[in-house]
């Protein structure tokens, strides 16, 4: 069981936008950046954005991510089949000690 | 240009040890720090700990502290995660990644990341 709480999947068509919820608590997400991965399949994780909204060089503004709270959302539009992968939120949690990972969420584009 | 490169798959027998290895290029491997990711199979990302090879400095998350050892040889630029004795538990992909500069141990995130390690535990 996750930390951070994301919904397992998401789908939407080629075109359309989508977005992925990740939902903590004050220890974590309330209090902390959050950042969000990209994992195609087969592959290593991707830096998609840090410090909850920020978009590394050479990632397009096609993504884009926001924090309200104790959740955090990332945002994709303009879907493209080769955006179909595992997506995870990221962020430090202040009780552990440590840094969590959502349980990540499968993005289909139909 | 930054580049991380993981040793090989291993196949171990539960009880042996094991270490594998993450080359940093490209960058002054010194000057960030140095993280392990566990995934296992078909499951999500878990933060195992960092290391600055700088000084050594290491910090474990506490479900892996005392399970496995972080280390880093800055001679050669290479980190390590080592076990001492493994656990068909065990049996995940390894990802060495590295903190970005903007980034820090409390406030985490990985900009470069290795290609992976597979670790498979089996008697």
Redesign the interface.
Known sequence: Q?VLTQPPSVSAAPGQKVTISCSGSSSNIGN??V?W?QQLPGT????LI??NNKR?SGIPDRFSGSKSGTSATLGITGLQTGDEADY?C?T?D?S?????????TQLTVL | EVQLVQSGAEVKKPGESLKISCKGSGYSFTSYWIGWVRQMPGKGLEWMGIIYPGDSDTRYSPSFQGQVTISADKSISTAYLQWSSLKASDTAMYYCARLSEMATPSTPFFDYWGQGTLVTVSS
Do not use: E, H, T
């Open positions: 996750s902390n950046y950042s991965y290593a994780p991707k830096l840090y410090d590394p995870y990221g430090w202040s552990l000690s440590a840094a969590v990972f959502g349980g990540g």
